[in-house]
Each structure stands twice: as structure tokens, then as C-alpha cells.
């Protein structure tokens, strides 16, 4: 009879999920991961096989989160640019005020970016923001365009932020967010 589990899938992707990023996924190995939950390295090997298949499943684990939050923000924002930014400010939480934990999390891409499943699911949660944001711009002259080039206003003043650290990343991204709108309306 097989052993029950116990931990979870969804916990167990968890840990490895913040051993990833608080170490970087280099250093989420089956011995880090077993020290982090409890469970022997045979069992991790066990559930995942390989060390690529469980930064992978955490990876995955970690899309599906995002994927949430930003259906969660779309749902509750206002259909209007203000509620654009809202939704974008919503979703740069996550590094907190700590530029280094978000250099962390480029470390993270860098591995959605190797993997063409997790590049797979960007692109798919990059069609879904997208596709919100047109929402909020619905009655603008060309919606899409104003999303697309508000989505890389964002991912420019993240990186910025990161580099200067300048406050808070929420009142830097609305902040920049909003010269964009301004410079839009113009």
C-alpha cells in the first residue's frame, strides 16, 4: 500500500517555490528542497524525477498564482485607464520594496525564458494582461496599442525602479504609469 502524502502538491511547490526565490533556482536542489520541507531527497526524486522537472512544476505552480491575481485585479479594477494602472500597480507587489528580491525573480524569467513550456505560459499570461488592459482602454483610439506600449512602460519602470530603488515600487510604477497616460492624452 502506497504511503500517504505528507505534503501536498500545492504545499510542496510552495517550498520549492521559496527556496527558488529566496536562493535562486540554481539552489533549489532535491537537497535544499528536502532540508526546506521535511521530506527525504528520495521522495522529492520520487514525485519529480529530475531536478529540471521540479523547478519546472514550481515554476508552473508559480504561473498559475499570477495567473489568478491577475484575473482577481482584472475583475476588480474600474474599465478605465486609472483601473489600468491600478491593475498594474496590483500586480508589482510581490518584490515588495526590496530591489533585490526582484533581481531574484529576473532570474526566475531567465529560466521561463530556457524552458519553452514556461515560455509557453508567459506568452499566455501576456495575451491575458493584455487583453484586460485593452478593457480599461476600451474606448480609446487604438486600444491595443495603447496596452501594449503601457504593458512595456511597465516592465521599463520595474527595471528602473530596481536600478534606483527610488521609494516604494508601488508609488514609482503608478508614478511612471501615469506620465505615460499623460503623455498619451497629449
Not at 512602460?153 to 525602479?161: E, F, K, M, N
Not at 497616460?181 to 497629449?186: M, N, Y
Amino acid at each position: 500500500m502506497p504511503r500517504r502524502r505528507t505534503l501536498s502538491d500545492e504545499q510542496l511547490l510552495a517550498m520549492v517555490l521559496a527556496v527558488i526565490q529566496a536562493e535562486g533556482p540554481d539552489a533549489a536542489t532535491f537537497a535544499a528542497v528536502a532540508k526546506a520541507s521535511g521530506l527525504s531527497g528520495s521522495t522529492l526524486v520520487q514525485r519529480f524525477t529530475t531536478k529540471a522537472a521540479m523547478l519546472r512544476a514550481a515554476l508552473l505552480y508559480a504561473w498559475d498564482r499570477l495567473d489568478a491575481e491577475t484575473a482577481r485585479l482584472a475583475e476588480t479594477v474600474p474599465k478605465t485607464p486609472r483601473g489600468a494602472v491600478a491593475l498594474l500597480v496590483g500586480l508589482s507587489q510581490d518584490y515588495g520594496d526590496d530591489a533585490a528580491a526582484y533581481g531574484e525573480g529576473l532570474l526566475v524569467l531567465r529560466e521561463d525564458f530556457r524552458d519553452p513550456v514556461l515560455r509557453a505560459r508567459g506568452a499566455a499570461w501576456g495575451k491575458a494582461l493584455r487583453a484586460a488592459l485593452v478593457q480599461c482602454f476600451g474606448s480609446a483610439q487604438a486600444p491595443e496599442t495603447i496596452a501594449r506600449l503601457m504593458l512595456s512602460q511597465w516592465q521599463g519602470s520595474l527595471l528602473w525602479w530596481g536600478f534606483g530603488a527610488d521609494g516604494p515600487i508601488s508609488t514609482y510604477v503608478e508614478t511612471e504609469l501615469q506620465r505615460f497616460l499623460a503623455a498619451v492624452k497629449s
